[in-house]
């Protein structure tokens, strides 16, 4: 009778452990990181015994709580970070070692490189690529037309951009060649406008991130530009107090070109059908194309639990099913090697933000925040005083005091 009863509840353990395995990962997500991270949640969970589990926090918020919360032993096991913090909790040894697994991965290589840059410190793999965005450029083609431009032909270098927003500003009234956040917007600028010199060689930091680069004479024809599209009223006037409320100008039907990011193609598409528009690769000032490389990267909390239920939900995240999902609802396909076949039943202008991948950066520092992107730092003070102020004060009081805040933080 004890035999019976053992070997019954044995029978009976071995039938309900599967449940007891199962793991339910504790993943943190910026509010409005939007549907597609969130439907391919979905489709994992309904298929996988390991569920993930979101909390989202407010996108101004995020980092500090996270921080405080590793500090408290409160942290998720994971986090999608954008991917310019990286760098700093890798530093601070608060991210999980992900190197060898990484590095296993077949289809590793294939990966975005600034994602995978920004998230490796010293040689070892603290986050993975897990959505992404790139700068892209956008014209009106009915603007186009009206101004008795070929509306199939993207622009290929900035004179012609400037010719072009002279021709469409001819068309009068509240009209206008081109648009840019150039407020306080440090994010926005660097974004649409590093790129007009990442193309011609140069850049804003060292390799290193160790020196401020800003003084080229890249950056001076850069600014040039778009100091003499100002001066010939090609840009409303907003834009020079816009700090990003207005980023999406060019759904007005009123701006003939920009610079945006490609998650603007899918807004344009399903809520601006009206805007009939082109895009393509941002071209450098002396015309090769580039691009940012924006967007989050997959991190692991030091010390989880459930490394391998993590691993295993990036796996789905990275596979053919998981990656038709993320394009599906407007990102961008992560894994190169499947791009092509992601994006076949889209709509084709989603390609040219994956080619953006190829040329895109990402500067690589551990005080990104307070270089780049706080409203009070050095680059979006620069951006705005250069453009719109004294060009020669701009680059030297941005120089000394980008340097100064990486000399302080060594």
């Known amino acids: 009778m004890m ?9 009976a353990a071995l039938l309900f452990a599967p449940a007891a395995w199962a793991d339910t990962i504790q993943m943190w997500v910026r509010s409005g990181i939007g549907d597609s991270f969130k439907e391919t949640v979905k489709a994992f969970n309904s298929g996988h015994k390991d569920k993930v589990e979101l909390t989202e926090v407010p996108f101004s918020e ?7 919360a590793i ?6 096991d994971a986090l999608s970070l954008d991917l ?8 601070s040894g608060q991210l999980e070692d992900l190197t060898d697994w990484a590095r296993s991965l077949p289809y590793f290589k294939s990966l975005p490189p600034s994602h995978v ?11 993975m690529p897990l959505s992404v965005e790139t700068s892209i450029f956008a ?22 951009i400037t010719a072009n927003a002279e021709k469409i500003r001819a068309l009068g009234k509240d009209t206008y060649g081109f648009y840019f956040s150039g407020g306080s917007c440090g994010g926005c600028m660097i974004f649409t406008f590093t790129p007009l010199v990442w193309g011609a060689g140069a850049d804003i930091l060292s390799q290193d991130g160790k020196k401020a680069t800003l003084d080229t004479p890249q950056m001076h024809k850069a600014v040039e530009i778009y100091r003499n599209m100002v001066k010939k009223d090609l840009v409303p006037q907003g ?3 816009d700090s990003g409320t207005n980023f999406l100008s060019i759904t007005s039907g009123k701006i003939g070109q920009q610079s945006l990011g490609a998650f603007s193609i899918g807004t344009l598409i399903t809520q601006h059908p009206d805007i009939n528009f082109g895009v393509t690769t941002i071209p450098s000032v002396d015309g090769k194309p580039s691009s940012f490389a924006g967007g989050d990267n997959f991190v692991v909390t030091k010390g989880t639990k459930k490394l391998e239920a993590v691993k295993g939900f990036l796996e789905y995240v990275y596979s053919l099913e998981g990656q038709k999902i993320m394009a599906k609802y407007g990102s961008l396909p992560t894994r190169g090697d499947l791009a092509q076949e992601v994006l076949a039943d889209l709509d084709p202008r989603m390609k040219v933000g994956v080619d953006a991948i190829a040329v895109a950066k990402t500067p690589y520092t551990l005080q990104f925040n307070d270089l780049i992107n706080s409203a009070n730092g050095p680059w979006a003070a620069f951006t705005h005083a250069a453009i719109f102020g004294d060009e020669t004060k701009a680059f030297s009081d941005a120089q000394e005091q980008m340097q100064q805040i990486i000399d302080d933080a060594q």
């Open 117 to 127: 840059r920004l998230g490796t410190y010293q040689d070892h793999v603290y986050g």
């Open 62 to 68: 995020l980092v500090q709580k996270y921080a405080t």
């Open 71 to 76: 500090a408290g032993g409160q942290a998720p």
């Open 139 to 160: 014209w009106n083609k009915d603007l186009y037309k009206k101004a008795g431009l070929d509306p199939e032909k993207a622009p290929k270098t900035w004179e012609e």
């Open 239 to 241: 834009a020079a107090t």
């Open 84 to 91: 310019i913090y990286t760098p700093s909790f890798a530093a």
């Open 3 to 11: 035999k019976k009863l053992l070997a019954t509840t044995a029978l």
